[in-house]
């Protein structure tokens, strides 16, 4: 393996591409106990229509998550049991474009790494036990159905998005789910959870050596083709202006998102991730004027953030939280982003920003699962997360307003709101 | 770790680490839990935050936190058995970081003694607008937890569980409490807290433990100190004669079944390895049976309250099935108390558990809450401890401890369209 250090950061990054293309990342953490390993596969919820074998396939919304659930389960048994026996805490989760399995352990790291390695790469489902996991998935479902959260989120991305897989919903629906069957699982996992479409990242007390050498001999020899997937042809314009929904909750929340230009794979989309979080915290974060306006009104609590975010294909800013006054919080924030690129923004506040957005950035770096999912998306978005530094140095104040300027405007703004359910 | 008192009842907890990117730095006040005060607290954690006379708006606040590089100041709330714990949690990047290596623990503590000893006040009392506002959003943040329905329900049945004991009380008190304080009413209390409740502070970083005590005693040179209360006796749980059963009806797609059991055996480690194969992991009877094998849920899972010998069951399920869940459950207690376990069973659930021990020391958050716990609580054993009393636990001792766990309270909270 070789090791790529980064002084700023303090760490070194052992990579390798092994000869079946699966990729490997380890950070050694010679204080820690904990060891946490991190598997992926660039397969998520928004990659349904894919192409195997020459043949277009259309599978149910849902199916990367039912796969991730249906995985632990093993010729032997269930690999839950296996890892557990070491005190090892394994799990995983189906984001839209990755499905990731990680387990953290202190003792027997090897063995449960071979665990992980083996059952996420040996699919094992009868008809029966797909049949059996349709009740425990339409409960995960109901129970995210009735968190306002989750709601509010999906119903912005259904806005900002006409045609893209990105506004399909991770889990499906207890209808979607209905169709999946042990077939399409198989078709599915040969799809995607080939060495060459995977990264392994491991961080903690460990040999890197080790880890490269137990993936040699556990995983297959051969990768796999790429997967040609479509992800619908998504105009520029958004679905809907405003979506609106009365639920259980005990006052307004709001989220008010734009429908940003995508960003190609490359280094360029690290900068781009800067550059979004940085438009965040100059047009609404906690040291910003606006934020700090809306607070002292009453307009906002500190329920009040949002994000950046970055998949293939799509990218969109988005800020929310609770607010007596939705409409009037949205319209706030758009007057302020169009303010900052005509007026610009304090030299001083610019310069506070960057060094508060470094520390955070910083401070990621402390949890193993960031350092792992950083890496991975990383990889999958072609750059190095850990060249954040230098990302930084190089930001100027003009790269700002330009992105607030081509982005943030209000035709590419949708509103998604959840309103109380009246008495 | 080092615990040692740096005033009256103002006691620090000193955890050395070079691991880390950042250094944590942690103020907490420990008071009884009480419906009286809960609400005063928190909102006076809240009103602190605000500002303080240097700093006097979030402007100039977060523009001095901006300065040392992002550093954080979360106000915190917490339970601990029947102790409130309010103050103050700060995250700054670790000195060794800082470019140009600037002293940031020195300032950032300056900031902290600030925020607690010299808040902005107007004729002896807090802002008018700072109370004002901050109290709008309590009530609101109270409200709230209506909209995460689990959490709704796990809260809904300690309090039914444990009415007219502290326990009870949820960490931020109530809407109608917080409705009813006043200015001069609060401002009272905060003397009141600041002056006579134990200080819990907690440091973990790269610094030297006697450079981290010079910057506290300098940061919190006019803290007022009186006697200091000692902390609360732990009010016995209650069991009702006979098992109660609520239910609510809300608009809601999924049930939350919740059980609450009253644990009458005092051998805590026998009782949480109980907990751990009854519904404490992924691994667990609930777990492998109520979920996997009968696929009535997505999650299931029970937990040991210790301080209070409490178990409670946390599962959402689909209206119809509130029977057959109930059975289940009780169904797998009644196994792990009559040790139907298999062979693997109790070692998984003892690696979990010395797995989570032994990596605590890898995060600054998981050991200043544990340590906070342990001084709320009047405790002082260390995760290494508690790992010991773990191994050293027997089946028998498991068996004869869940013998003793009776179901106490029931909580279903079920959907609106059943009434039709």
Not at chain 1, 246 to 261: D, H, I, N
Not at chain 1, 369 to 383: C, D, K
């Amino acid at each position: 393996m070789t090791p790529v250090r980064y002084e700023r950061l303090g760490e070194t990054v052992y990579r390798e591409t092994l000869p079946n293309g699966l990729e490997i990342r380890v950070v050694p953490k010679p204080d820690h106990v904990k060891k946490y390993a991190f598997f992926a596969t660039r397969y998520g919820g928004m990659d349904t229509r894919f192409q195997l074998n020459g043949k277009w396939l259309d599978t149910p919304a849902g199916i990367a998550h039912y796969l991730e659930h249906k995985m632990f389960d093993t010729k032997e048994g269930n690999a839950l049991q296996e890892l557990a026996k070491n005190g090892a805490e394994p799990n995983a989760f189906t984001s839209n474009a990755m499905t990731g399995y990680y387990f953290d352990s202190t003792d027997h790291f090897a063995e449960n790494l071979e665990i992980l390695l083996s059952f996420v790469s040996i699919p094992y489902f009868t008809e029966e036990s797909v049949a059996k996991e349709q009740g425990i998935i339409s409960q995960e479902i109901r129970m995210i159905e009735d968190n306002p959260d989750w709601q509010i989120y999906a119903r912005l991305l259904r806005a900002l998005y006409r045609a893209h897989t990105a506004r399909t919903s991770i889990a499906g629906t207890v209808e979607s789910i209905s169709h999946i069957t042990a077939e399409t699982l198989y078709d599915c996992h040969k799809a995607f959870y080939t060495p060459s479409n995977m990264i392994l990242t491991v961080v903690g007390n460990v040999d890197p050596g080790e880890v490269s050498g137990l993936a040699r001999r556990v995983l297959p020899k051969e990768g796999g083709p790429v997967i040609p997937r479509d992800y619908g042809d998504e105009p520029e314009a958004l679905a809907e202006r405003e979506t609106r929904l009365a639920m259980e909750v005990s006052s307004p929340q709001f989220l008010t998102g734009w429908k940003c230009r995508p960003v190609p794979e490359g280094e360029d989309r690290l900068r781009r991730m800067v550059l979004g979080d940085l438009a965040c915290d100059l047009l609404f974060g906690e040291s910003s004027p606006l934020y700090q306006r809306l607070y002292s009104q009453g307009l906002i609590n500190s329920s009040f953030g949002g994000a950046f975010e970055l998949m293939p294909g799509v990218a969109y800013l988005y800020a929310g939280g609770e607010s007596k006054e939705p409409r009037t919080v949205a319209a706030e924030l758009q007057k302020e982003a169009d303010r900052l690129v005509r007026e610009g923004v304090d030299a001083d506040f610019f310069q506070r920003t960057l060094r508060a957005s470094f520390g955070s950035s910083l401070r990621g770096l402390n949890s193993f699962e960031n350092i792992a999912v950083s890496l991975t998306e990383g990889y999958f978005g072609g750059y190095d997360p850990f060249r954040f530094p230098e990302v930084f140095d190089a930001i100027t104040q003009r790269d700002v307003l330009d992105f607030l300027r081509d982005n943030v405007t209000v035709e590419r703004s949708a509103l998604s709101e959840i309103v109380p359910k009246e008495a | 770790m080092t615990r040692t008192q740096l005033a009256g009842g103002v006691f620090l907890t000193y955890l050395p680490a070079k691991k880390f990117k950042t250094s944590l730095l942690s103020a907490q006040f420990v008071v009884p839990l009480r419906w009286e005060t809960a609400s005063a607290n928190a909102l006076i954690a809240a009103i602190l935050r605000r500002g303080a006379a240097s700093f006097p708006d979030m402007g100039a606040l977060s523009r001095r936190l901006d300065e040392l590089y992002g550093a954080r100041i979360d106000v915190t709330i917490r339970k601990k058995g029947e102790a409130q714990c309010v103050g103050f949690v700060a995250s700054l990047i670790d000195d060794c970081f800082a470019p140009g290596e600037e002293r940031l623990l020195e300032p950032a503590a300056a900031l902290l003694g600030e925020l607690i000893c010299h808040p902005v006040t107007r004729d002896g009392l807090f802002l008018e607008e700072y109370f004002e506002s901050e109290k709008t959003n309590l009530i609101d943040a109270i409200r709230s937890i209506l909209n995460d329905k689990r959490a709704y329900a796990d809260s809904r049945l300690l309090q039914e569980m444990c009415t007219g004991e502290p326990y009870g009380v949820p960490r931020l008190g109530n809407e109608q409490i917080t409705a009813a304080l006043h200015p001069q009413l609060l401002f009272d209390a905060y003397r009141e807290l600041i002056t006579s409740s134990r200080l819990e502070i907690f440091y973990s970083g790269s610094a030297e433990r006697s450079r981290v005590e010079d910057a506290l005693r300098a940061a919190l040179a006019d803290l007022p100190r009186a006697d200091v209360e000692p902390p609360p006796e732990l009010v016995p749980h209650v069991l009702p004669e006979e098992p109660r059963t609520v239910s609510e009806r809300l608009d809601v797609t999924q049930g939350k079944l919740g059980m609450g059991f009253s644990c009458g055996s005092k051998d805590s480690a026998a009782l949480l390895m109980g907990n751990t194969l009854f519904g404490g992991s992924s691994n667990s009877k609930l777990f492998l049976n109520v979920r996997e094998k009968l696929s009535l849920c997505y999650y299931a899972s029970s937990l040991y309250h210790r301080q209070k010998g409490l178990i409670t069951v946390s599962s959402g399920i689909e209206f119809e099935n509130y029977q057959r869940a109930y059975d289940e459950i009780m169904a797998q207690l009644e196994a792990v108390r009559k040790g139907q376990l298999e062979d693997w069973e109790l070692e998984a659930a003892r690696s979990t558990l010395l797995n989570a021990y032994a990596s605590m020391g890898d995060s600054q958050g998981k050991l200043e809450n544990f340590f906070l716990g342990q001084a709320a609580t009047g405790r002082d054993e260390s995760p290494e401890d508690l790992a010991d009393q773990v191994r050293a636990v027997t089946p028998e001792r498991i068996f004869e401890a869940m013998g003793t766990v009776k179901l106490d309270t029931v909580y279903f909270l079920q959907g609106k369209e059943a009434e039709a």
